[in-house]
């Protein structure tokens, strides 16, 4: 049996290290034969203000990041990626693919802009690996479907024509793409559909999104002949919103939409992100043969800390522990604080400074590293016991190989005694270390 154990700290990352040995004490970890969700992959958002981050780099370094991040022998190996329609809050500054105003036709529909910024940036991740899938959602529809006629907050107008114009905007957007190239793997309606923003937003209830892709945007795909699939996200509902009262019952968001058979129909899978992740355990329990996404890794504050990572693993652990299928981080490439036009600084795999023109490879990048280098499409969850139970996650490929990604929370060194199903090993985790531990025969 074949061990290879990497370890990250935060003064020592990927580090390989050797396991204490085999031994026949009681473990504390157990790998059992429960075999669980299946993993579709990671990826990362394209935006406009990583692709601007990149082009500071010389072309032997960016082809390095892209390497990184994309190549099936790279370090994360990237399998599913989210992009914008229109403008996201990290855009140079606020577009929509349409904004002449009664276009119910879409006949000034363009994708022009991205042509100059995301379009280039997803073809080079497509020289490095022509199988990375997409999924895109808006931040706001154009300004003119909207009240009040704003990208920032409001809700979209009710009316039938702006709706069958919208559906008709989706229709779009797909079909531009492909004629570029880049085939839309999946449509999730509204980026946080709670969110009343500074920043383009658009609140919908789930009463409207029901109502839209059972009405307007199923139906469109299916006359347009689209495959493009279409997703109920992403939902960020914060705590005190999960729950909408209806009558004498609550039901969560999802399951106001997930509960009509003609939405439901054309629903594919549910994409949660933020605060939203309180509400995945129950909406998988509910729906089972659904598929499940964390549509957007929360971002921090720019500063790109160790102790934001280890925040940060806890969501990964969070998410795959209650059944998402896939996990895509949010800014993969920012310049230092990672600082929005509107504000807001956040952080990213990689820093790129427009100075110096050197790139960082900073702690969240060891984060997804542990997870995506060794785990992608596949590979299942499977199940663990023990007490370490509560700060790791197993997978494995059926083809006797599993990975075992853990941390140690505690500032000194643990022991970690491990039982494969066949053997016991130990290994002395570093303190507050993420740690991924790949077993093979």
């Known amino acids: 049996m074949n061990i290879n154990w990497v370890s990250s700290s935060k003064d020592a990352y990927w580090v390989e290290k050797n396991a204490v040995g085999e031994q026949k004490g009681i473990p504390d970890l157990i790998l059992t034969e429960e075999t669980l969700q299946p993993i579709e992959g990671f990826g990362g958002c394209f935006n406009e203000l990583g692709y601007t981050a990149l082009i500071h780099l010389s072309d032997k370094e960016r082809a390095e990041v892209f390497y990184s991040l994309f190549h099936p022998e790279g370090d994360h190996k990237f399998s599913i990626c989210r992009l914008p329609i229109g403008a996201s809050d990290y855009a140079l500054e606020w577009y929509s693919l349409n904004e002449t105003d009664n276009d119910f036709a879409m006949e000034h529909f363009s994708i022009e802009r991205d042509k100059k910024y995301l379009i280039p940036y997803i073809k080079e991740a497509l020289k490095y690996n022509p199988d990375l899938k997409f999924f895109a959602s808006p931040w706001s529809p154009p300004t003119w479907m909207k009240f009040p006629k704003a990208y920032n907050s409001?809700?979209?107008?009710?009316?039938?024509?702006?709706?069958?114009?919208?559906?008709?905007?989706?229709?779009?957007?797909?079909?531009?793409?492909?004629?570029?190239?880049?085939?839309?793997?999946?449509?999730?309606?509204?980026?946080?559909?709670?969110?009343?923003?500074?920043?383009?937003?658009?609140?919908?209830?789930?009463?409207?999104l029901k109502e839209?892709?059972?009405?307007?945007?199923?139906?469109?795909?299916?006359?347009?002949?689209?495959?493009t699939e279409i997703w109920l996200g992403t939902i960020n509902a914060k705590v005190e919103e999960l729950f909408?009262?209806?009558?004498?019952?609550?039901?969560?968001?999802?399951?106001?939409?997930?509960?009509?058979?003609?939405?439901?129909?054309?629903?594919?899978?549910?994409?949660?992100?933020?605060?939203?992740?309180?509400?995945?355990?129950?909406?998988?329990?509910?729906?089972?043969?659904?598929?499940?996404?964390?549509?957007?890794?929360?971002?921090?504050?720019?500063?790109?800390?160790?102790?934001?990572?280890?925040?940060?693993f806890h969501l990964y652990h969070h998410y795959f522990l209650n059944g998402v299928n896939s996990y895509i981080y949010w800014n993969m490439v920012l310049e230092p604080?990672?600082?929005?036009?509107?504000?807001?600084?956040?952080?990213?795999?990689?820093?790129?400074?427009?100075?110096?023109?050197?790139?960082?490879?900073?702690?969240?990048?060891y984060v997804m590293k542990h997870f995506s280098h060794f785990v992608g499409p596949g590979y299942s969850r499977i199940g663990i016991k023990g007490k370490w139970s509560g700060s790791a996650i197993a997978f494995e490929n059926g083809e006797g190989e599993k990975v075992v990604v853990i941390c140690n929370p505690f500032k000194n060194s643990r022991d970690l005694c491990l039982f494969t199903g066949s053997h016991t090993y130990v290994f002395n985790l570093d303190p507050e270390s993420f740690n991924t531990i790949k077993i093979s025969n």
């Open 154 to 208: 409001g809700t979209l107008r009710w009316e039938k024509e702006i709706l069958e114009a919208y559906a008709l905007y989706f229709v779009k957007f797909v079909e531009a793409y492909l004629e570029e190239g880049i085939t839309i793997h999946q449509i999730h309606v509204q980026n946080e559909v709670s969110a009343d923003q500074k920043f383009p937003s658009c609140l919908w209830t789930g009463e409207q």
């Open 212 to 227: 839209f892709i059972a009405d307007y945007l199923g139906p469109a795909f299916d006359a347009h002949g689209l495959d």
């Open 244 to 312: 909408v009262r209806s009558d004498t019952h609550y039901y969560d968001f999802a399951h106001t939409v997930l509960s009509d058979p003609e939405a439901y129909k054309y629903i594919k899978g549910v994409g949660y992100q933020w605060a939203g992740k309180y509400a995945l355990q129950q909406t998988v329990i509910s729906y089972p043969e659904l598929r499940y996404m964390q549509t957007e890794n929360e971002c921090g504050d720019g500063n790109n800390s160790w102790e934001y990572a280890k925040y940060v």
């Open 337 to 365: 604080k990672g600082r929005s036009t509107w504000g807001w600084e956040q952080n990213s795999m990689v820093t790129v400074d427009p100075v110096t023109k050197e790139k960082v490879y900073n702690p969240e990048y």
